[in-house]
């Protein structure tokens, strides 16, 4: 089972994570990481923060010389803005008769709950006396953390040839109309990158650009949906035998528990449940020269997942981000503790972090994934899960029957009468 824990305040001086599971032999590109935390510190829409931090992952346990060893990777990110909050966030007593902590305390005091955050609930779930002990656990500044344990499934990933990319399709009403059907994961890649909002289409990334400023001058903020796709997995990662091993939940799961994340949707779900079922599913073909399965398709609507597990195809998610709940403007708020009217607290923060969203769900996604492979090829080492991946593959390819053909249109098969299969 592979799982990781994160810990650390927004402003506290360092995140830190400890991530379990991964295989010994796995070789890690600690700048291909970097990397990642770079690109969730960009995008149009961000705050002022994004200029004081220099994210990088330290490896404090788990690694040597660059190959995990099987045992606990433990590792940090520092935050540098901690130097502007020691006397807030630091874990010892301070003195508060001293002018700069009682300055710092003051300047730095929350009096009033954000609505759309966790500060109403939190701090009367935990009992707290301070809102500020909910801000900064959180913060969506603990993604960091989740892109770089992400980003250490992704080397996992890559080793046994899965693929994957993220990319923005909209931003508030602007979305994008280039098609990621139409494009290679490589193309996907290096378009995204061109743009400020990582979105393939130029068009639409400059309208995207136009609304954030708009809202930013009106003191508001906005949200969008980012989309992740994934190639070359292979067939049957999760389960149909119980509820918690559906891979599309599992998913569902880890993307809806990213800060600000409302909704998600695999392949064409919000499409599809308004359509009939010969125009929602995806049809079965003989395997074409060069297929990796004894099956094709011309479509690809169930998004790569059927009956919870994965089903050969490229795997599509989408996320839908709610606009930020810090504006500028604020909204109508209680205080605290006296729970009085007054206006929502302001502190720094982004207008739109759509493209740093894209980052964090990608990462999500892959351990995941990382998740659901080792739980299909258990293995202690990389080579003895690439080895029983190898012998996998080579049983379902032997699996295609001679002579097999498509369906004749229109003919219910024998095993499928409509009246007795398929209940809900």
Not at 57 to 74: F, K, N, Q, S
Not at 81 to 88: H, L, Q, S
Not at 300 to 310: D, K, S
Not at 372 to 382: E, G
Request: some cysteine; charged content about 25%; glycine content about 10%.
């Amino acid at each position: 089972m592979l799982r990781f824990l994160t810990s650390g305040e927004s402003h506290g001086p360092a995140l830190i994570a400890l991530i379990e599971g991964l295989p010994r032999g796995v070789p890690l590109n600690i700048e291909r990481i970097n990397e990642e935390l770079r690109r969730r510190q960009l995008g149009y829409g961000r705050g002022s923060r994004q200029k004081i931090e220099s994210d990088r992952i330290e490896v404090l346990a788990g690694v040597r010389h660059g190959i995990t060893t099987g045992a606990p990777i433990t590792f940090l990110i520092r935050n540098r803005d901690f130097e502007n909050w020691k006397y807030v966030m630091s874990s010892d007593e301070v003195d508060v008769s001293s002018p700069d902590v009682s300055e710092q305390l003051a300047k730095k005091a929350i009096e009033n709950f954000r609505p759309g955050h966790a500060d109403l609930a939190g701090t009367l779930k935990f009992d707290q006396s301070d809102i500020r002990d909910v801000l900064e656990r959180a913060s969506a500044r603990e993604t960091a953390a989740r892109v770089a344990a992400g980003a250490l499934c992704q080397e996992l990933l890559a080793a046994v040839g899965v693929r994957a990319v993220g990319h923005v399709i909209q931003v508030g009403s602007v979305k994008s109309s280039a098609v990621s059907d139409n494009f290679s994961l490589a193309e996907i890649e290096e378009r995204a990158l061109q743009s400020e909002l990582f979105c393939i289409d130029g068009e639409a990334t400059e309208g995207m650009k136009a609304l954030i400023k708009k809202c930013w001058q009106d003191g508001d903020s906005l949200g969008g949906v980012v989309e992740v796709l994934v190639e070359d997995l292979p067939v049957g990662l999760g389960s149909y035998t119980q509820w918690d091993r559906k891979l599309d939940g599992r998913l569902a799961q880890a993307v809806m528990s990213i800060q600000a994340f409302k909704a998600v949707e695999v392949g064409d779900g919000v499409r599809g449940a308004g359509l009939p079922g010969s125009s929602v599913h995806d049809a079965l073909y003989p395997a074409q020269a060069g297929s990796a399965w004894p099956f094709s398709r011309r479509s690809n609507r169930a998004g790569g997942l059927e009956g919870g597990m994965t089903n050969g195809e490229r795997l599509v998610v989408r996320g839908y981000m709610k606009p930020l709940p810090t504006m500028r403007a604020g909204l109508d708020s209680l205080s605290f503790p006296d729970f009085e009217a007054a206006r929502a607290h302001y502190e720094r923060s982004d207008v739109c972090a759509i493209a740093a969203a894209s980052v964090v769900m990608k990462a999500m996604v892959c351990f995941v994934l990382a998740d659901a492979l080792l739980d299909k090829f258990a293995s202690d080492t990389l080579a003895d899960l690439q080895a029983s991946l190898d012998q996998y593959v080579e049983r379902v390819r032997k699996k295609a029957a001679p002579g097999l053909t498509a369906p004749r249109a229109g003919k219910v098969q024998k095993d499928e009468d409509p009246d007795s299969i398929g209940e809900f």
